[in-house]
Structures are given as structure tokens and as C-alpha cells.
């Protein structure tokens, strides 16, 4: 027998407590740091004038009553209700539906990856638009060759319109200095060892934003979420203020009636907001578990999603009213300097900088604004990610020091499965991965899922009443007809169109991708939507029990887990109401 003066007292394990917002604030600017990012500028503009102008606006406002604000509030409630992660929630509330947990995380991975490319793009040419003169602004470079033109110079205008050869500085300095980009995705060359050095600095900078959970990043997003605002303001107001402006502004909401009954314009505006609305994949949920039970997320969340639409809105006059103004100055239509994406971030509106007076401080403006746009959202994704995680394995993962470690080791893994995006022919991969791993067929798919299992299992009339004993407020009515109906039908109805609709991947418009790369873009597409009905048949097929005894179980929410009194208030009155029901 050990002498009782000898023996050893087990050490206790310090386990660091989950956390709150510091203030109401840190929460709404976390969110619309999450929600307003590159979307709003280079995506929803080009939508607009693509799609009829001020016209496009009606499936747009469609979509955001029927889904965007209801799957807006629903996940910020089951986050702020159940205050777990993007997994474990769905533990507490319909075990069966896990899976869709589990998805969402992996879809924020693979964005995770291709998102922290864009910003190290753009923190390239933020480190170029230093120089003496701007390098995408003429064509006396190494990169150039002899079809180049240099817009600078206002006699290229007719060398331009009349010769289908020539390539703009601006592409040359994208395509050539910056990708090196080679003929096709069999042909991966060498790293860009430049943009290998910004997307490190993006993981650094995203780490340090993080590594203390909500403590620090609650403090970062009061500069990440608010400073872009004053760039876009800049942008906006020296936008309007060139010659040209008025007919791009023009051009951007000039309404087309007729464009409404394409139904590729419908899908176009529900992929948009199921992207801008980060719906889908937990990250509303995380956000909303690090609210006080009692917080007014009602309110907050009319609020927040009126922010992101208003900011969209916005965007596109500062866009078009350079890109008119670049129009104006070439003297080309301005269908043909407007692009979306990458090519208006990293051709076209660098190119219309280049036109103006005091490029550099332009140039500048734009890309700090795109990289704040961008990192708030790259690093919220990033805390949602660890969020989940570390609530799954809460003892394990809350030790001190923990964190850090998995977080330093989530950022080397996606760094190291990224390296084959920085080659010479990473752009093809790139493309690969955006259009199909981070595709809006598989949020929309989750989102379907989500609705159902929410507003049918767990039960909308329970939802209804957590909101309004956590937040005093009676939401309306037209919730529950979302959730139980209206989002699920519209979500599943863009689903289907999306798949029949749907064309195999191209790049430039003249590259098309060998068999292969069709094959793993659908595995990549894939791996999330088969998460869902994977981990149900998993938890079906280890359950104990009958196989109807098992599926009622896993539907069960659970309700025995930090029960407040207005928890317990909650559940009585959903138990007496089905009481009465029966009788």
C-alpha cells in the first residue's frame, strides 16, 4: 500500500471556458464582416446588368423573402438557442440530420482554400500598385508581347476596336506575370513563388485574427468590418464623379421586363443569395452560439440582412460608374469591358485605374478594400470551422494551448493541399474548385435538408416559440410558412433546375477540361451532398433497437442538456400544445 504522505494527487485539467461576444456590437460586426464580402462587389453587379438591370432586382427580392431572411434567422436561432457549434447543434436538435453539420464544414474548407488565393492575389497587386508607375498600365514589360495595347495612350482606341489579336495590358499583367498561366490543367509547372508569399502572409494574418476564438476576433472585426466601407465610399463618390459615370450607372439598372421570364435569371438571383447570405453551412449558427441566450436576434437579423442587400446595391454604382467611365474613355460599348469575378477584380477595374489621375492612390483604395472585404470573411470561416470541431471534443480541445496547436495545424494542412493552386497551371484547379466543390447546388442542396429537418422534425411551432422566449419578441407568422413550406419548395425547385441546367466547366471561354477533371469535380461536388444522407444511414445502421424505434430516436431532439427556466417554460408549453392536440 503507497504511504498517503507519497501519493500523488491527480492534476486537474484547466479547460478554458467556451465564451461570449464581448458586446452586442463584436456580434453584428462579426456577422456583417462574415456576410458583406467579395460577392457584393464583383459578383452582384455583373448579375444586375446581366440580367435585365433594375429587373433583376424582382427575383432577387423574391429570393430574399422566401430564403435568404428565414434561413437568415432559423440558423442564427438554432445557434444562439443550442449555443454549440455547426455540428454538435444539430446533436440537440435532430441527430438524424448531423450530417448537414458535417457538410457545411467541408464545403467552408474548400472555400477556405480558394478564397485565401483571391486575397493573396489581391495583396500582390496591392503590393505592386506601390510602384513608380502601375505595371498592368503599359506594355514595356518583360511579360508583353506584340499584341499588347496600352490604354494609357488614347491612339490605341481604333488599334483596339478594329484587331481581335490584341490583349490589354491589364490581361497580359494577370495572365502572364501573375498566373504564368499555362495550356491547360495537365500542365501544372513550377509555383509562383510571389504569390506563394502572400498566401502565407493571408494564413498569418488570419491566424493571429483568431488564435485567441471570439476574444480576438471580436476585437479585429471593429476595423476588418468597418474600414471597407470607407474605401467603397471613396471609390463610390470618385466614381460617380467621372466622365462616363452616368451611363454605366445607367447601364447597370436599366431595366429589361423581358429578361424576367428566363429562368436562368431566377437561378442566377438564388445562388447569389444563398452565397452573399452565407446560409447553409453553419456559419450563421456558430455566430449566433456566442450570443447571450437572451439576445434579440429577431431584430438583429432583419438588420443585418437589409446591410447586405443595401451594400450590393451600392457596389455596383461604384463599380459601373469606372467601368462606364473606362467605356467612355476607350470608346467601346460597356458590355464589353464588364466582367464579374476575378475579371473584373484583376483586369478590368485595374485597367480603368490605370485611365485615371493619381493611379496608384486608386489602385490603392480598391485593393485594401478587397482584402478587408475578404479577410473578415476568410477568418470568421475559419473560427467557425474550429468552433465545430473543438465542441465536438469540448474536455480535449478547450485545455490551454489546444487551440493554438489545431489552429497552426488546420492552416498547414490547407496550406499544403493549396500548393497546387499556386502553379502555373493552379488557376484551372482554382476554377475547379469554385465551380464545383463550393458550388450553390450543394448549399442549396444542405438548405433543403436544413428547412425540413428543422421546420417538420424538430417542429416550426417549437421555433417560433424558442424566438420568442429568448428574444420577448412574437416573430411573424410568415416563418413558419417559410420554413415549412416556401423555403424548402424554392430551395429544392433552384436545386433541381440547377442540375438540369447544368454545363460542364470552361475556362476563358476556350479551354475545355480533359474527362478527368469533370469526374473529380463531381467527387468534389459530391463529398458534401452524400455527407448527409451518409452519416443518416450511418446512424441508422449502428443504432440499437428496431429500425423504426431507431429512426423515431434519432429524431428526437434533446432537451435535458443547460435547461434555463425560459428553456423548460418553452418545452412545457410545446409538450402541452401536442398534449392537447392528441386529445
Known amino acids: ?27 453584428l460586426l462579426a456577422v456583417a464582416g462574415n456576410i458583406v464580402g467579395l460577392g ?43 449555443q454549440e457549434g ?4 444539430w446533436r440537440k436538435l435532430c441527430p438524424l440530420a448531423e450530417g448537414i453539420g458535417f457538410a457545411g464544414q467541408l464545403i467552408l474548407l474548400y472555400t477556405g482554400m480558394t478564397y485565401s488565393l483571391i486575397l493573396a492575389w489581391a495583396l500582390l497587386y496591392l503590393v505592386f500598385s506601390f510602384s513608380s508607375q502601375l505595371p498592368w498600365a503599359s506594355c514595356n514589360n518583360y511579360w508583353n508581347t506584340d499584341d499588347c495595347v496600352d490604354f494609357s495612350s488614347r491612339n490605341t482606341t481604333h488599334e483596339w476596336t478594329n484587331q481581335t ?47 485567441k476564438g471570439v476574444r480576438s476576433t471580436g476585437k479585429v472585426v471593429y476595423f476588418t468590418a468597418t474600414f471597407p466601407y470607407v474605401m467603397l ?16 450607372v445607367m447601364f447597370y439598372l436599366l431595366p429589361e421586363p423581358s429578361r424576367l421570364t428566363d429562368p436562368q435569371v431566377w437561378m442566377e438571383a438564388g445562388a447569389q443569395i444563398f452565397f452573399s447570405y452565407s446560409v447553409g453551412v453553419g456559419t450563421l449558427a456558430v455566430l449566433g452560439s456566442y450570443n447571450t441566450y437572451n439576445n434579440n436576434c ?64 486608386w489602385s490603392i483604395c480598391f485593393f485594401v478594400m478587397l482584402l478587408l472585404l475578404g479577410l473578415d470573411t476568410q477568418f470568421v470561416a475559419m473560427e467557425v470551422v474550429m468552433t465545430s470541431f473543438i465542441d465536438m471534443f469540448p474536455t480535449d480541445m478547450r485545455r490551454a494551448g489546444r487551440r493554438e496547436s489545431f489552429l497552426l495545424l488546420f492552416c498547414l494542412t490547407c496550406f499544403v493541399c493549396q500548393l497546387v493552386m499556386i502553379t502555373e497551371g493552379g488557376m484551372y484547379v482554382f476554377q475547379m474548385f469554385d465551380y464545383y466543390a463550393c458550388n450553390g447546388a450543394c448549399i442549396l442542396f444542405l438548405c433543403v435538408f436544413e428547412t425540413l429537418a428543422l421546420g417538420w422534425v424538430f417542429g416550426a411551432e417549437r421555433l417560433y416559440g424558442i424566438i420568442k422566449d429568448m428574444t420577448g419578441v412574437k416573430a411573424s407568422p410568415f416563418f413558419k410558412i417559410c420554413w415549412l413550406y416556401l423555403t424548402p419548395l424554392v430551395s429544392l425547385g433552384t436545386f433541381i433546375c440547377s442540375l438540369v441546367e447544368y454545363k460542364p466547366l470552361t475556362f476563358n471561354r476556350w479551354y475545355v477540361y480533359p474527362s478527368w477533371a469533370y469526374v473529380v469535380g463531381w467527387i468534389l461536388a459530391l463529398s458534401s451532398i452524400l455527407l448527409v444522407p451518409g452519416w443518416a444511414l450511418y446512424k441508422l445502421a449502428t443504432g440499437t433497437g428496431s429500425l423504426s424505434q431507431r429512426f423515431y430516436q434519432l429524431c428526437q431532439p434533446d432537451l435535458d442538456y443547460s435547461l434555463t427556466p425560459k428553456k423548460i417554460e418553452t418545452e412545457l408549453q410545446h409538450i402541452r400544445g401536442k398534449h392537447l392536440q392528441l386529445m
Request: charged content about 15%; aromatic content about 12%; proline content about 5%.
Open 86 to 89: 455547426g455540428i454538435t447543434c
Open 1 to 27: 500500500m503507497l504511504n498517503k504522505k507519497y501519493a500523488t494527487k491527480p492534476k486537474k485539467v484547466e479547460v478554458e471556458e467556451r465564451g461570449h461576444w464581448g458586446s452586442k456590437v463584436e456580434f
Open 298 to 361: 429577431y431584430k438583429d437579423c432583419l438588420w443585418l440582412c437589409l446591410l447586405n442587400s443595401a451594400t450590393s446595391v451600392v457596389a455596383g454604382f461604384a463599380v459601373f460608374s469606372v467601368l462606364g467611365f473606362m467605356a467612355n474613355e476607350q470608346g467601346v460599348p460597356i458590355a464589353e469591358v464588364a466582367e464579374s469575378g476575378p475579371g473584373l477584380a484583376f483586369i478590368a477595374y485595374p485597367q480603368a485605374v490605370a485611365l485615371m489621375p493619381l493611379p496608384q492612390l
Open 165 to 211: 489579336n490584341t490583349t490589354s495590358a491589364a490581361t497580359q499583367f494577370w495572365e502572364r506575370r501573375v498566373l504564368a498561366i499555362s495550356g491547360g490543367i495537365e500542365e501544372l509547372g513550377s509555383i509562383r513563388w510571389e504569390v506563394m508569399l502572400c498566401v502565407i502572409s493571408v494564413w498569418t494574418i488570419c491566424y493571429f485574427c483568431i488564435w
Open 233 to 248: 465610399i471613396i471609390l463610390l463618390i470618385r466614381g460617380l464623379t467621372l466622365p462616363g459615370a452616368l451611363e454605366g
Open 40 to 82: 457584393n462587389v464583383w459578383r452582384f453587379p455583373y448579375l444586375c446588368y446581366k440580367n435585365g438591370g433594375g429587373a433583376f432586382l424582382v427575383p432577387y427580392l423574391v429570393f430574399v423573402v422566401s430564403c435568404g431572411i428565414p434561413l437568415f434567422l432559423l440558423e442564427t436561432t438554432i445557434g444562439q438557442y443550442t
